[in-house]
């Protein structure tokens, strides 16, 4: 194996036995990219991979990382690939970058998204479409793309994404990899730029389940800056690795995987289900107690999501105004005319889009109809999974109901764009926790994701089942041959 193949906690172990040096990895990683980039093309920035930070300490997690471009580099170029951020340099880090900085971790790429995080298939950049590694005529999901194909095409160890309806778990999933979206309020979200703020989480994108274990460790905690972090202890998530899930309760939403009918989800395609339903067959060999379970509000899920979402993106996208950040368009005449032309140049299709359906929902005399409703039906979604936890510890269900899709395929169809995201949007409504890992191949050789849901800070159980299944099956060792 070359060492670009291997996972961090397997580069950890060999630089402590001085098996390799730093020097080793950074020139293995840099080979691997130059030798596959223009392929895959899942950066917007890459720097020759620098040498950790020297003040580090010794028994540190010196490794070199890939980040989303949505999170704040101090004096570095972040856009959230969008051009209305043209020449933006932040000021500060955002705590995660800080956090991976202090443990030692360098910073040597910035992968690209869809433009502020909004959408499933990363075609929504203001650069270039990233291409799946499995299959480069196919997407590698969205809007964390840049992270999950950078991660599976052995161009980074570990990476970051966001994820506020499904955005690190949907690619992850496409790509094969295994992504996990923590509970609302375990890592900071201080210096992510934020698409819709009661939602996103900054969280994992790795080769394997105790890659994600480490790099939730050193991510999570509570922030001062970001008063929705919360104040609760980080337990030391590998201890959850390699333990027994005989005799725990698994539920299995019978909504989740209907072919069609009415108040099911729809569109499950029949080789994900084949491999979700060997996928939980192979949990109740190793003892977990499988049970059907029922969480009736699920079919509003997609609608809630896309009246809250869009409407607090509308919110959060106000500030770019060609005042404070990034383009300014020139030649304008008034200030009024400065703001449109800076926001009609610098939006993408996408961006505008839900800026008017989010402003539209937020206005007067529809208000009450959408987003009031919405969030009322937001509070029934959370009470489903929160019945459902009564009596299960966990529950699994597909990650996407597709595998990678075609470039160009969904890109004059919002809607059925929009339904990437079936299986995930609900978890983030529900502010609880989740992971993607892969579970099997379709017959194209695209990769499937199984999704595993847990309650709200209960992480450990999510990677404890993950990792259990992982172990006993061979999916993570399959590799795109690129
Ligand atoms: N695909 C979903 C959307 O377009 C989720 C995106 C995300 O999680 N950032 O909004």
Known sequence: MEIHQLTAHELLEKLKSKETTQEEILASLKKRIEDVEVKVKAFVRVEKPAHPHTRAPADSYCLPIAVKDNICIQGQLTSCASKILEGFRPPYDATVIRKLKEAGCGIYGQTNMDEFAFGSSCENSCYFPTRNPWNLACVPGGSSGGSASAVAADEAFWALGSDTGGSIRQPASFCGVVGLKPTYGRVSRYGLIAFASSLDQIGPITKDVQDSALLLKLIAGHDRCDATSVNTGVPDYTQSLGKDIRGLKIGVPKEYFALSKENQLTGIDPEVKQCVEEAILQLKKLGAQVKEVSLPHSAYAVPVYYIIATAEASSNLERFDGVQYGLRHKGAVSLHDMYEKTRDSGFGYEAKRRIILGTYVLSHGYYEAYYLRALKVRALIANDFANVFKECDCIVTPTSPTP???????????????????????????????????????????????????????????????????????????????
């Open 404 to 482: 990678a899709f075609a470039i160009g395929e969904k890109t004059q169809n919002p809607l059925a764009m929009y339904l990437s995201d079936i299986y995930t949007i609900s978890v983030n409504l529900a502010g609880i926790p989740a992971i993607s890992v892969p579970c099997g191949l379709s017959k194209a050789g695209l990769p499937v994701g199984l999704q595993i849901i847990a309650k709200a800070f209960d992480e450990e159980m999510l990677l404890k089942v993950a990792h259990a299944y992982e172990q006993s099956t061979p999916w993570h060792k399959e590799k795109p041959k690129i």
